[in-house]
């Protein structure tokens, strides 16, 4: 596993394969972050970060700092390693977090957010519970809060391939296309002007399926 574009590319990345993480491959990484676009300053959570893959490829892309939110023990340790190896500790946070239950916002490093972007890959049995009155949909509302995201942030969620679940407001899917087994939702949070002006977003999908390298484990 390594970093393939940005000012970081080739450098390689400590994962830990198994039940735990999904690290994502570099092929799918490749299509994934062409189908983004690149980054200009922007401040990125990682959520569900696993050992910081996803982060990472948008901080060697031009992000100005990533704060990663992991619980696992194993796998937040193998972050730090990344991020220590890669020397971009100062442009990050490795928060080791329990998603369902915290702030987002971390103390003393108040600089590095409200994000601008936010990657959330939770585990792939946790999908369904994204409905109201779960944690996991509390916590992606706690994401919209303003201290926490700016006006007119993107989320970017990782699902398997025809998942259901519904997001809460401000959030809607602005365009989601597949890699491989997988689904990218790439979501829009709704902001103040077009809330006080009334308008509805539209719900603009896109299942454009991407061919790519099977998902490794």
């Not at 702030?103 to 957010?113: D, G, T």
Request: with cysteine.
């Amino acid at each position: 596993m390594r970093i393939v574009g940005g000012r970081l590319k080739r450098r390689k990345l400590r994962t830990n394969p198994g039940l735990v993480t999904r690290p994502i491959t570099d092929r799918a990484k490749e299509v994934f972050f062409q189908r983004l676009g690149e980054f200009d300053g922007e401040k990125v959570a990682d959520v569900f970060a696993g050992t910081g893959t996803i982060g990472l490829e948008a901080l060697s892309r031009g992000a100005s700092s990533v704060v990663f939110v992991e619980r696992d023990r194993v796998a937040h340790g193998l972050l730090e390693e990344n991020v220590e190896a890669l020397g971009v500790s100062d442009e990050t946070m490795c928060w080791r977090a329990d998603v369902l239950r915290c702030s987002f916002r971390p103390k003393h490093v108040e600089h590095l957010y409200p994000y601008d972007v936010v990657f959330l890959d939770p585990p792939y049995v946790m999908v369904a519970d994204l409905r109201p009155g779960t944690p996991f949909h509390a916590a992606v509302e706690r994401l919209a809060r303003p201290d926490v995201t700016v006006e007119d942030a993107v989320l970017v969620l990782r699902t398997p391939k025809n998942s259901e679940f519904e997001l809460p407001a401000p959030w809607y899917v602005e365009e989601a296309f597949d890699v491989s087994t997988m689904s990218f939702h790439v979501c829009r949070k709704v902001g103040r002007e077009s809330r006080v002006e009334g308008r509805e977003p539209e719900q603009a999908v896109d299942h454009a399926d991407t061919k790519s390298e099977p998902r490794s484990s």
